[in-house]
């Protein structure tokens, strides 16, 4: 069936780079998509790639999709403590009226 | 500003009594939907729709009914809530199903 799994906790050095990992189980799906949700607020998205892209680059940002292994990754460069946030992982799915969460990662910034 | 907006932030009301939440749009979005988020369990979806008068369950509908009369506007209706239904609730917007969500600020929802 269609999933979406992340870790749920992440701790980080400021200044160092957080990776935060997720697998998928949908083989056809066309976008995958990193939102991000700061406390007491709703999600927004960080960036996406899509599936036919080996990687994708944003300033501290940068994603990687294994589509063989389904996986992909969000790796932050330089975290710092404003990117204490909880990061999602979702794929929209073959259908595109349908997008899947993960679980959420809590990434939390240590000095 | 462009922006979805949901009401009430937070609601706390009791087993049985029926509540809606409200949830409006102001850029013209064709696709809505609406989301519970739990922990560890991240968002499940509970109905969206594509267009007005269109809607459709996602994973989650029971104890849950949306209308769309109206493009800007996505209600969701809990006709009798239950304890399992407190929750954190979110609705979302694109301008079609397959572009980039918006999301509203979240309803926190406690059924006593």
């Known amino acids: 069936g269609e999933d979406v799994e992340q870790s749920l906790f992440l701790s980080v050095r400021e200044g160092d780079s957080s990776v935060i990992n997720c697998t998928y189980t949908?083989?056809?799906?066309?976008?995958l998509y990193w939102y991000k949700q700061e406390p007491g607020a709703g999600l927004q998205l960080l960036t996406y790639i899509f599936s036919n892209m080996d990687m994708k680059q944003d300033q501290r940002l940068t994603v990687l999709l294994n589509k063989k292994d389904k996986h992909l990754s969000l790796r932050i460069a330089d975290t710092q403590t404003g990117d204490s946030a909880i990061y999602f992982c979702a794929e929209r799915y073959s259908s595109a009226s349908k997008i899947i969460f993960g679980s959420g990662t809590r990434l939390s910034i240590r000095p | 500003e462009a922006q979805v907006t949901q009401n009430p932030r937070y609601l706390i009301t009791v087993t049985g009594k029926k509540l809606t939440v409200t949830c409006s749009q102001n850029m013209n979005h064709e696709y809505m939907s609406w989301y519970r988020q739990d922990p560890g369990l991240g968002l499940r979806q509970i109905y969206y729709?594509?267009?007005?008068?269109?809607?459709d369950k996602g994973d989650v509908p029971e104890g849950y009914k949306v209308s769309r009369k109206e493009k800007r506007n996505f209600p969701l209706i809990l006709e009798s809530p239950s304890p399992n239904q407190t929750s954190l609730y979110f609705c979302a917007s694109s301008l079609r199903s397959n572009e980039k969500l918006f999301f509203g600020s979240g309803t926190q929802l406690s059924v006593l």
């Open positions: 729709s594509m267009n007005v008068e269109v809607t």
């Open positions: 949908d083989s056809s799906s066309t976008y």
